[in-house]
């Protein structure tokens, strides 16, 4: 009890039961005068009917008094939890009339909140030194560089914008902000800075393309020195040793190839050269190199062919190369003995692509595995066991190489049933992307 009339005398101070103190004194001058000019009896029941109209606004008042403390305790909260946050916020109406302005999006853009809230943005204000970078913030159109991660017209919108200089790299995700009928009230930005990230990222690319070229030199003489001593006349026991310090030294050669490989992805500087290929053709060449590995591992290797004689596109005829040898490379390793791989070439019917497929009956990949296959240095557990050697990169490069085709690659599998891995490339060279991403963003 105690404590319920301590809650009473809190809210009883808050400035929403105004109302209540204002009417009081009105309720004791109608009590005073009823009493005097009234019967007992009607003055009974006046001073009874203003008691319980009292009490009623009392309570009304406490309980408008208790939600607005709430309303205010949830928003403090609110502003508390926007303003604290690591990432930058930015919310706006409409008319691009900036509404919060939290304390990592001053430090991302060196801007005051009091020199921005109020302000209305347009693209004009990037001519305002001050205003330059939050501007292509607001407007990512006017940065130097962007990477649109979303479908346009779907929210949240995410790009990846390169702003200023010295160079900052933000990863800006933008939403609407909607009332319950749906009517647009604003929109709020999210805005991370990765320049740090993408700094450390850069330094490790640069690291390993370093020591992958300083690596290259000795392991290529030592691949040449092995090969030239597996020619000479030498004993059985000789051979077996010579076979397995040239298979070790050739893998040693191809993952240092691979780390270059993936350093220039990373750096953008892989370098494309497009041309119009017909894919048969191309498929039937790749799968003719390939079959001196097939026999070695009893795999017997097939090519289906489309219905229409001949499909081209436009595409870098040695990075594809790179994709489908590995892939099928893969198909052979991973089989089973007596096994078969077949690779499939077709149109789709109903997008402007064209498919390529390589299917085999192998061991398979676990489902758990497969969303990681094509990331950097990722080997499934079931590959491991059945080839311990890999560096994790191939298929992590073969993404890289088809995504700068403006095509998609994945993968299908059933543990002992074998995989299916298929891969598109635009059949119109308007989707192939104007350059190469940076950095290996995904």
């Known amino acids: 009890m105690k404590r319920f009339f301590q809650k009473i005398i809190f809210y009883s101070q808050l400035p929403e039961m105004r109302l209540f103190w204002f009417f009081l004194p009105f309720l004791f001058?109608?009590?005073?005068?009823?009493?005097?000019?009234?019967?007992?009896?009607?003055?009974?029941?006046?001073?009874?009917?203003?008691?319980?109209?009292?009490?009623?606004?009392?309570?009304?008042?406490?309980?408008?008094a208790r939600s607005n403390l709430e309303i205010k305790v949830e928003r403090n909260e609110l502003k508390s939890v926007v303003f604290n946050l690591t990432d930058g916020i930015i919310a706006y109406d409409p008319d691009f009339k900036i509404l919060i302005f939290n304390k990592s999006a001053e430090e991302i853009f060196s801007l005051g909140a009091a020199e921005v809230m109020?302000?209305?943005?347009?693209?004009?204000?990037?001519?305002?030194?001050?205003?330059?970078l939050v501007s292509q913030a607001i407007f990512p159109s006017l940065a130097p560089l962007v990477i649109r991660r979303s479908e346009a017209g779907v929210y949240p919108q995410v790009a990846d914008i390169t702003i200023g200089e010295p160079e900052k790299n933000l990863r800006v995700a933008t939403d609407r902000i909607l009332d319950p009928s749906g009517r647009l009230l604003g929109f709020v930005k999210i805005i991370h800075d990765r320049t740090r990230e993408m700094q450390l990222l850069k330094s490790k690319t640069e690291f390993i393309g370093t020591a992958s070229h300083q690596?290259?030199?000795?392991?290529?003489?030592?691949?040449?020195?092995?090969?030239?001593?597996?020619?000479?006349?030498?004993?059985?026991?000789?051979?077996?040793?010579?076979?397995?310090?040239?298979?070790?030294?050739?893998?040693?050669?191809?993952?240092?190839?691979?780390?270059?490989?993936?350093?220039?992805?990373e750096e953008g500087e892989f370098g494309y050269q497009f041309e119009n290929v017909e894919l048969v053709t191309f498929a039937e060449d790749i799968i003719h190199e390939m079959e001196p590995i097939a026999k070695k591992f009893n795999i017997k290797i097939y090519l289906e062919k489309p219905e229409e004689p001949s499909i081209a596109v436009s595409m870098d005829r040695q990075k594809i190369s790179m994709v489908l040898s590995n892939l099928i490379d893969n198909a052979i390793k991973y089989n089973v003995l007596n096994g078969e791989v077949v690779i499939k070439v077709e149109r789709l019917k109903d997008k402007p692509f064209a498919e390529i497929s390589v299917r085999d009956t192998g061991v398979g990949v676990p489902q758990e595995d497969l969303k990681k296959l094509f990331t950097k240095f990722f080997r499934s557990s079931n590959a491991v066991k059945f080839v311990p050697d890999g560096s994790g990169l191939g298929l992590y490069i073969a993404k890289n190489i088809i995504t700068r085709h403006g095509g998609e690659i994945w993968a299908e599998s059933e543990i002992n049933r074998g995989s299916t891995f298929h891969f598109t490339i635009p059949a119109d060279s308007k989707l192939i992307p104007p350059k190469e991403m940076v950095n290996g963003e995904e």
């Open 29 to 64: 001058a109608l009590l005073i005068i009823d009493w005097i000019y009234l019967p007992a009896i009607l003055a009974l029941i006046a001073t009874a009917v203003l008691v319980i109209l009292g009490a009623v606004i009392l309570v009304n008042n406490l309980r408008f």
């Open 118 to 132: 109020g302000k209305i943005f347009s693209p004009e204000s990037a001519k305002e030194p001050k205003f330059a």
């Open 215 to 265: 690596l290259r030199t000795p392991a290529t003489a030592l691949n040449w020195a092995v090969e030239e001593l597996a020619k000479q006349n030498l004993t059985a026991d000789q051979k077996q040793i010579v076979e397995t310090a040239m298979g070790a030294a050739a893998n040693l050669l191809k993952t240092i190839n691979d780390m270059l490989d993936v350093s220039k992805i």
